[in-house]
Every structure is written in C-alpha cells, then in structure tokens.
C-alpha cells in the first residue's frame, strides 16, 4: 500500500496584519480612551494569546457617540444618494484591498480557520457594502413610495461569530438610507470592527456617522436604552434579544432582531447522496457550528438512515482540525471558554439523556479552546440537543418517516431560522419549502449567503429581515 | 474482411458475463441493467463542482509538494496519440518515460507510454527491461464508431504486440440511446480480448455524456462489466478530464469497492498540464478514496505535456530556483 500523503504546513503569513498594542473607541471619527478609562483584553481562542488591550465602552461613553452620530445625522442625511453612494463603494473597494490583512486579522481574534475568513467572510463583507451601495441612489424604487425617509440614529449590537460580516450587514444598509450608527461588537472580537473605523477615516466618511464602542453586555444594554436612538438592530441570542424587545417596547423605536435557530436539513431518500454529505458537513461545520443558521438537526429519511450515516461518518474522519493560520484546516477553535464550557454542558446532557455520541478520532491542541466535531444518533425531539440551539460543532441526528413527518419535526421547535431540503425532485422542494416556518429554506444546499437574499427568522428566531431590498426597510421610515 | 474477424473473435463475444458477484443480478437483463443504473443516486452538479473546488484550495508545500510531484510523475501515461506519430518518435517517447529527467536519476519513471496499437512493437522495445508499461487505445479510437469485431481486432492486435494495457472508448451512441446492455456486452467482449495479461481501461468521453448523471452511471455500467480503471475523457474533444468529474468517477470507485470488494482505478487524461493541477487531483484522490488509490497501480494521469512542468517544478524544489523549458527534454 502506498504511503499516506500528509500536508505539510501551510501557514497565512501573519505580518500582513500590524496589531496595535492598544486600541481606543471610535467617536465622531477619533480614536478615544474610555470615559472612566476601563480596557479589556481581546485574546486568540486558538492560543490564548492576548492580541491587544481594548477600551471599554461604559454608559458616558454610548451618550457621547450617539450624540456625535446625531450630529452627523443631519448632513449625512441630506446627501443626495449617490453622494453616500460614493463612500460606499469606496469601503467596499477599500475592503477589498485590504481582505487579506484583514482575513488574517479575523482569524486570529475569532478563531475561525483562514480558509473561511479568506473564501467566505471577506468576500462577503466586500459584497454587502457594493450591494447596498447600489441601493443608495434607487431608494424611491425600493417599493417604500417616493423619498423614503432615514431613520436617524442606529444602534447595532452584533455578535462574536461573523465579526466583520455582521458589522457589514448592520452597518451597510444604515448608511445606504442616510442613517448614522453606533455599533457595538461583541466583547470577544473587537478587532475587525476596529479596522473597519480606520477604514471609515480612509475612505474620508464624514466624521460621526459610523461610530464603534467596544465593550460587554452592559454597554449594549446602554445604546438599547439610549433615549435619543430610533432604532435598534440586533443580532445574537434569543435571551439577549427578548430582554432587548423589553427594553424598547414602548418606545417609538424601530427594532429588528436576528437571534439563535435550530435549522433543520431534511434528506429524502431521493437525495443526492454525496452532495447531501457535504451540505450537511457545511450545514453543522462552517465556523464550528457557531451559526445563528446552522442546519444543526440533521433529520434523515429512515429508509436510508444507515447509507447516510456512514458516508457522513467517513466525511467527518477527512476533517482537519488545528491552527486556523493553516490554510488546510476545516475546522478553528470555538470563540471563548465560556462558549467551549456551553458546548461542552449541552453535550454532557445530550449523553446524560440516552443519546449516541460518536466523534472522529481528532486530537486537539493543547491551548486554546477546541472542541471536536461530534453527532449525536438516536436522538428525539424530547431531547435537550434537539431543542435548544448548541452553538458549536454537535450534529444532532433525527429520523422521519414521510414528508409529513419531516415537516412536523423540522417546524417543531421555538425557533424558525432557517432549514434545508435535500431530493432530487423539484416538485417535492416547492412543496416542503412552503410548509416550512423558517426564514431561510435552502434547497440542495446550505448556509449560502449572498447580499442580494433577505435574511431573517420566525418564531423566536427574531423578526425583520437583513439583506437584499427588504433589508432596506428595517432603516427606512416606512 | 468483416466476416473472418466476425468469425474469428464470436468466441469472445458470447462469453459470460463478469459482474461480480454481489452485483451478477443487474446485468441480468436490458431491464435490470436499466433499473440499477438509473437507481443510483442522482449528482447535484453545483454540489459536486463545489466540493471538487474547494478541494482545489488545499495548499500543498515543501515535502508534501515533494512527494505529490514525484507521486504523479510515476502516474504519468505518457502519451503520444498523433497521425504522425513514427517509431522514432515512440522511442523517445519510451526513453522519455523510463528516465524522465536525464540529469537526476533519482526522478522516478512514468507508470506507462500510451500509443497506438500499430505503435505497441516499438514503445515494447523502448521501455523494455525497466518496468514501464506499454498502454495502447484500441477499439477504434477515438470515436469508437465501428464494428465490434473490428475494435476486438484492434485490441487483439496491441494485446498480441505485447501491450499491458488496454485503453477502449465506449459507444457513447449506444449510451445515450439508452442501450446500456451494448455498451456492457461490448466492454466484456473487449475484456475477454484482453485476456489475463493486459488491465483494461474504460474511457467514457465524459464531455460526450454531457451529465454528471451519466458520468455516474457509465462508471458503474464500466465496472460491473470488469473494467479494471475507468477513464474520463480521450484527450480529443472540448470537455476533458475536470476535477469534478474526477472526483464524481472516485466517488464511484469507492462506492463499488464498498459494495463489492473489488478497486477499480480512476485515470483523468485530457486537458491536465501544470503540476499545480496535478496536485489538485492528488488531493481530491486521497480526500476522497484515500491512501489505497494513492499508487499507480489505482491512479493515472492521461498526459502529454504535464510531464515537462512536473520535471520543472522537481527542478525548482530541488535547486530553489526555475529552470525554464530549455532544462527539460522536448521528445
């Protein structure tokens, strides 16, 4: 028998991104120290290492960047549309030109291997901006009458998985309607929103209307709160997302929230085999499973539950875990420990409550938070890795019997993200896919994003819709 | 002139058939062959394609790109399939493929020559004593359109020069009319010529099947008939060997071994000329059926030029620095 052809390393060169020892607040286009002075340190989930110190955003400092974003607000918003046209292509294109540093960047803060930030993320950011870019003189044929009018201030809270991408999707539309916004990035990856405040100051945008608070939970909760905000975006957990639908009810601020899922792809006996193998890994495996869409119930028509298992289980064993500089690996290490320790809980219970657990044999680095990827058979709608969103690399794998049964099961859950159909008949897609209560239904493949599809849940998956013309509407007041 | 070779290899034409045994009921009949073959699960071709270039992105440095050069120069068919082609020329040919590259002697030796069968006396001579295979397409390459007693006149004449390998082309005609059972009782025939000493290659034209579907179907239609490799393309139409449809023929190799017990080996040929897209089908080999494909005994590249870039790119690894094509031999 031959020998076996092993990949050598294949590292990203590292010194395509220069990261500052310390970073400040983004207000009114300058980089600034926290009010009360507070820092935190952001570190790589693949080592460990601290990458950079961080200013922390508190309450003085939300009031003080919605201010200056209200300040902005009046001129920018009287910019014709394709005068803010003009500093969104500018972005886009600058982010083009930078996308390796900072796909590099993204991967060191998030975890996320290289060959995802590189083919997947940046692309994507890159995308959005020329997307929305396009729309910015067009709004009068958004299909919201004529001159439809900006919101005002926007303030965006995004999440740690798709650093960058998120901050796109939130900050994009914004300023395509003639919004100004305050975004905060999540706690564990500040870096790449702050790149993207040097970016803002490159391509010469007007000083306060995209203005960026590193910080915890609580500086959210502030810029939620903040009376002088008129709507509010966010994108992260249902718990989080309720408490924030609390905190504006009564208010006249317009909110959209895009929260956790439980999307589930179905294979009819009918699929095509390999590539349902691959959308599934796709599905479960992109950036760990740390997908508010990931297709995280594999729900399998009985008949060829064995056929389909096996192929998955050989697919899973090709898997490379390990450095994501290494632009070889497939799978990156999960955010933070507290991320792993959640993981980690909700595997303990799936095998707690009489689940199969089945991993390939993977041996994980010593530092850094990793976690392998993991499938769990035999498993029921009553259990707890069926219903609650895991957010990480765990595969829960269900059977049905008849469409019937397979659109009861995927529809029977809180959640309503997004959901997957696998067969080789048309017909079946348009029927199943009209069925389901999912904002995403992908057919014969998964986790596709492009700028052009709305995006969004049901159910407690959130509400409004991020990309395309619809995203449009969530900072128009329509 | 027909009626003597009708004669003379009817024989082999009514021989039993060679599915094995897991599979012996398919080819049965016109109608069980049918039913199996479009039974076997359908390709989604944005998937496959998909896979295929993400496979694409592997990034192959320093030892391993070492290894996968030297890997794919001994599954090199090194090939010459002109009108023009003369002795002279297959015996560089042969020279060429025994000691590829004449200032390293530590280069290893292409797996086989491929000629014409009237060329098979003469590439023997070339590559004899080192191990080299003499590989020859018959049954009236490239079109396949003749009779089956004229293309198992072909084979027999490489098999009786001396060939190890024979490299038929189906009848796509048949294949997309639907007539599964020709095209199977065809390539038995021609496995039958081959007797136990030359390997039978099955090429399917792939760009001439059009679909992923039929791509999928032809291959398990060439392995139940005892196909020993199944190979993608001739070399002479617009669409040849693709990652993607290299990667859908490995699927089903792997697939049948599983059902069977039996390897069949994959050779893409046509269209692949740079060392970097030789390594690229290295990759989707050993990410899709593994280490046991990974020798070329299992896997070959159907190539004329690929060779000199492999040679190239040795060079470069070797010394740190680009030769250019002066470095080479031209033959």
Known sequence: MASAFEYAPAPESRSVVDIAPSYGLFIDGEFTEAADGKVFKTVSPSTEEVLSEVAQAGAEDVDRAVRAARKAFQKWSALPGAERAKYLFRIARIIQ?????????????????????????????????????????????????????????????IPWNFPLLMLAWKIAPALATGNTVVLKPAETTPLSALFFADICRQAGLPKGVVNILPGYGDAGAALVAHPDVNKVAFTGSTAVGKEIARTVAGSRKKLTLELGGKGA????????????????????????????????????????????????????????????MDKNTDIGAINSAEQLARITS??????????????????????????????????????????????????????FRTPDEAVAKANNTPYGLSAGIWTEKG???????????????????????????????????????????????????? | MYSRYARRYARLVTMPTSAPAALADVTASDS???????GLPGVDAVG????????????????????????????????????ADTPGK???????????????????????????????????????????????????????????????????????????????????????????????????????????????????????????????????????????????????????????NTLLMLE?????????????????????????????FLVLVNETVGADWLDNHWFRFGASSLLNDLLMQRQKLATGRYSGPDYVTVD
Request: glycine share 10%; with cysteine.
């Open chain 1, 427 to 478: 017909s079946r897609i348009l029927a199943v896919a009209n069925k389901l209560r999912a904002g995403v239904v992908w057919s014969n493949t998964f986790n596709k994003f492009d700028p052009t599809s709305p995006f969004g849940g049901y159910k407690e998956s959130g509400f409004g819709r991020e990309g395309g013309r619809h995203g449009l509407e969530a900072y128009l007041d329509v």
């Open chain 2, 32 to 38: 069980t062959l049918r039913r199996f073959l479009h």
């Open chain 1, 97 to 157: 030109e930078r996308s390796r540093e900072l796909a590099v960047l993204e991967t060191l803060d998030n975890g996320k291997p290289i060959k995802e930030t590189r083919d997947a993320d940046l692309p994507l950011v890159a995308a959005h901006f020329f997307y929305y870019a396009g729309w910015a003189d067009k709004l009068d044929h958004a299909g919201f009458g004529a001159n439809p009018r900006p919101l005002g201030v926007a303030g965006q809270v």
């Open chain 2, 48 to 83: 496959l394609e998909a896979r295929a270039a993400s496979l694409g992105t592997r990034s192959i440095k320093t030892t391993a790109k070492a290894y996968a050069i030297d890997l794919a120069i001994s599954m090199v068919d090194l090939t010459t399939l002109e009108g």
């Open chain 1, 346 to 399: 909700l595997v303990e219970q799936g095998e707690a409550q009489g689940a199969e657990r089945w991993s390939p044999a993977c041996e994980l680095p010593a530092a850094g938070y990793w976690f392998a990827p993991t499938l769990f058979t035999n498993v029921t709608q009553a259990h707890t890795i069926a219903r609650d969103e895991i957010f990480g690399p765990v595969l829960s794998v269900l059977t």
């Open chain 2, 90 to 244: 297959v015996r560089a040919l042969g020279a060429k493929a025994v000691h590829p590259d004449p200032t390293d002697a530590s280069t290893p030796s292409t797996a086989a020559v491929c000629v014409y069968p009237d060329m098979v006396a003469a590439a023997k001579a070339a590559v004899a004593g080192s191990g080299v295979k003499v590989a020859s397409v018959a049954t009236a390459f490239p079109a396949g359109r003749a009779a089956l007693a004229v293309k198992l006149a072909d084979v027999a004449d490489a098999v009786a020069a001396g060939a190890d390998e024979i490299d038929m082309v189906i009848d796509r005609g048949a294949f997309l009319a639907g007539d599964y059972m020709k095209v199977y009782d065809e390539i038995t025939a021609v496995k039958e010529a081959c007797g136990t000493s030359a390997r039978l290659k099955v090429i399917f034209e792939t760009g001439e099947l059009s679909t992923y579907d039929n791509i999928r179907r032809a291959s398990w239609l060439g392995m139940l008939a005892g196909a020993d490799f199944i190979k993608t393309s001739t070399g002479k139409v617009a669409v040849n060997a693709t990652p993607a």
């Open chain 2, 252 to 280: 089903a190799v792997r697939d049948f071994r599983a059902q069977t017990g039996v390897q069949v080996g994959v050779k893409p040929a046509g269209g692949i000329r740079t060392t970097k897209d030789a390594i690229k």
């Open chain 1, 265 to 324: 792809n179905i294979v009819f006996d009918d699929a095509p085999i390999d590539q349902a193998v691959e959308g599934i890994v796709n599905g479960i495996f992109f950036n760990q499973g740390q997908v508010c869409c990931a297709g995280s119930r594999l729900l399998v028509q009985e008949s060829i539950q064995d056929e389909l298992l096996d192929s998955l289980k050989r697919r899973l064993s090709t898997l490379r875990l390990g450095d994501p």
